[in-house]
T-cell receptor
């Protein structure tokens, strides 16, 4: 079973920041938080991941609470092309194999003009 | 990011026949590959984990004799759906992990069994 809970859907106005929350209250010390998104009928796309520090890349920012029980993915300036289902996943990373990627139901983000 | 190529992207087959889906990591060596199935309006369901040179580990409820997985090299894993039936119609997706922490996904294969 997925170890994360996310709201089923969210709307965001184009050009505004999209803040997608995720709860992972049972996360273990060696588990990372990963974010992926899936545009209709395509494979998931990697966005970002982090362990405990906040992370930023060209796509998004990841804010992880100090107790690591929740996180927020931030798309700073959402565009219509960001409309997708966003998945938050916790996973053991590193080494030759790492852990499984178990998907929950995700958040369906709709960016509106 | 790294590229994972999945082939074919779409396939239609007759009931009772077998279908092979290929998943290749194009620019890295994938020590581990995952296979998922996704039904309409649902999330991805993990079917099995495949490590190069060893037998795949199947998730509970997934028939290993029906969904044959081969991971013969560090860049190729295959999923064969044997004796396909209409209820096997789904979107099949592979994912590959190399030495880094990220998993990269193929573009998926839409299987329709008629």
């Amino acid at each position: 079973d997925a170890k994360t809970t996310q709201p089923p859907s969210m709307d965001c106005a184009e050009g505004r920041a999209a803040n997608l929350p995720c709860n992972h209250s049972t996360i273990s010390g060696n588990e990372y938080v990963y974010w992926y998104r899936q545009i209709h009928s395509q494979g998931p796309q990697y966005i970002i991941h982090g362990l405990k520090n906040n992370e930023t890349n060209e796509m998004a920012s990841l804010i992880i609470t100090e107790d690591r029980k929740s996180s927020t993915l931030i798309l700073p300036h959402a565009t219509l092309r960001d409309t997708a289902v966003y998945y938050c996943i916790v996973r053991v990373a590193g080494g030759n194999q790492g852990g499984k990627l178990i998907f929950g139901q995700g958040t369906e983000l709709s960016v509106k003009p | 990011g790294a590229v994972v190529s999945q082939h074919p992207s779409r396939v239609i087959c007759k009931s009772g026949t077998s279908v092979k889906i290929e998943c290749r990591s194009l620019d890295f060596q994938a020590t581990t590959m995952f296979w998922y199935r996704q039904f309409p309006k649902q999330s991805l369901m993990l079917m099995a984990t495949s490590n190069e040179g060893s037998k795949a580990t199947y998730e509970q409820g997934v028939e290993k004799d029906k969904f044959l997985i081969n991971h013969a090299s560090l860049t190729l894993s295959t999923l064969t759906v044997t004796s396909a039936h209409p209820e096997d119609s789904s979107f099949y997706i592979c994912s590959a992990i190399g030495q880094g922490a990220e998993a990269f996904f193929g573009q998926g294969t839409r299987l329709t069994v008629v």
